[in-house]
């Protein structure tokens, strides 16, 4: 057995099937609250802010709103898809199996990015019942939401190996994740900030996500998409390299 | 000779938390046979199924399954094992068919829902396939472990205390679902803390305690090894105590003086049982009864765990 095609396929249809079994929460949850953020920033505050960089302010706010979904469906996702194993206790099936450590990865954060995917779709069909929508860059987009949802998978991942109780799981999306994307322009543009706060918010990495997205749909920017892409590169690979480190170490899942 | 399927050398464990679970152990497990690993709590038999296993890392020592080193080659050592843990761990929101389905994945092995249903069937759980593992009796959880630990066809079956907390039926249909797959060739590793599971289906017996082995024998040699009989004599009348001349025998007086207790090796040429039956009857003693009773497999095990814990 070079690889374990079948159990690869094992755990990923496992996770999706938990996806299917959890449909509102999963899926109606994430779509219900953009639609509130739709309702009353994009129509009701949305009317009385001028256009943004030519656009109004509700479409303005899509991309930053899909991808204030995307991280944080991408995180509780996949880290709840380790940590409840690793919980109840069913994780020693995975650590007994001929599987190596990538192709159990790969399934849990496969799994984790292809259902973050799916409600980020869902989410921009949503947006279409609200505000106009146009990309103008859709490989790009594409590309993004990729990049974005298995990125912030494997950051999930990272998460439920790390953490040992529920409550430790939900810091990071809770008091991290949601505050730094609210932060980092996704229902403003960085110009609307005073000179020092701007500065600030060059330090907060969901800045270069929003921005990258957002030229992907209307051309505009805050930063060049070069910066936005390298960020999320630079993420990526770092996520992989302490996935790898905390997994070699065995850490909470193997003595 | 029968072929080593297992052989684990100079195997050692020691925990973050300074605990050493595993002492240098070496053993060799015979394919098709049913080894019985017995100790008490902490002993050291779940470590030691579990660095077989892939689920704990050893400190030291090697360990090969057919041939294969479980680290270098896990692919091919794991995919030849199966195993049933000691703890009641399911996902609880899947039904029995597919969480065995998902083991049977997980092992490399293509769907197979046939195999599945025969497996469900031989468990008396095919009625329960489509019912969830949450609402299942402890019982049928720790059959569904079976099926889930038999779903990738192993030849070899580890069993980390496969009957605790089950009761007496399912215990017995347990027994018998492990002499089947012993019939089909699948080599049974055993934990237990039922001395009586171990002497009703294990061939060999190795006793662990503080990480360490310190007996493993044919089931047969060491009951006959270390087994002792005892003659239950029944008097017609209280002794007060043992005459003097009797002593020689270190026979054992009841509490209501009305029987001795004699002690005797079946090993040995001479048990001494003649002698003692004159030598009762020059005493003027009256014989109402005898009684022989042989070792149990608890009591040599109990035995040698106190002798180890005394040394």
Known sequence: MIINYYGFRAIYLHEMDRFRRTLLQSLISPVLSTSLYFIVFGSVIGNYVQNIDGISYGSYIVPGLIMLTLLTQAISNTSFGIFFPKFNGSLYEILAAPISTFEMVLAFVGAGATKTLVIGVVILLTSNFFVEVSILHPLLMIFLLVLVAITFALFGFLIGLLSSNFEQMSIIPTLVITPMVFLGGSLYSL???????????????????????????????????????????????ACISVVAYVLKKGYTIKS | MTQNLISINKLSKTYSNGLQALKDVSLDIK???????????????????????????????????????????????????????QELTLENFETVFNNVSYTRGLYGKAPNAQYVEKILKDLYLWDKKDDILRQLSGGMKRRVLIAKALSHEPSILFLDEPTAGVD???????????????????????????IEEAEAIADR???????????????????????????????HEKAEVIPESLMKYDL????????????YDTQKQRTGITNLLQDLRDQGLKLKDLKTEESTLEKIFVTLVKENNDN
């Open chain 2, 252 to 263: 054992e007086l009841s509490n209501n003086k009305l029987s001795i207790t004699y002690s």
């Open chain 1, 191 to 237: 110009d609307m900030l005073p000179p020092f706060w701007q500065t600030v918010t060059y330090f907060n990495p969901v800045v270069y996500l929003i921005n990258g997205l957002r030229f992907a749909f209307y051309g505009s920017s805050d930063f060049n998409i070069w910066i936005s892409i390298g960020s999320m590169i630079f993420f990526l690979v």
């Open chain 2, 205 to 235: 017996v190795a006793v662990i305690n503080h990480g360490e082995i310190i007996v493993v024998d044919q089931k047969k040699d060491l009951l006959s090894k270390m087994g002792r009989k005892k003659l239950r004599i029944d008097l």
């Open chain 2, 31 to 85: 394919k098709g046979e049913i080894i019985a690993m017995l100790g008490p709590n902490g002993a050291g038999k779940t470590t030691l199924i579990s660095i077989i296993c892939g689920i704990v890392t050893p400190s030291s020592g090697e360990v090969n399954v057919d041939g294969f080193d479980i680290i270098k080659n896990y692919r091919e050592t794991r995919s030849k094992i199966g195993l049933v843990p």
């Open chain 2, 168 to 194: 007496v039926e399912l215990r017995k249909d347990m027994w018998k679902v492990v002499e089947r797959l012993r019939e089909n060739g699948v080599t049974i590793i055993l934990t237990t803390h039922y």
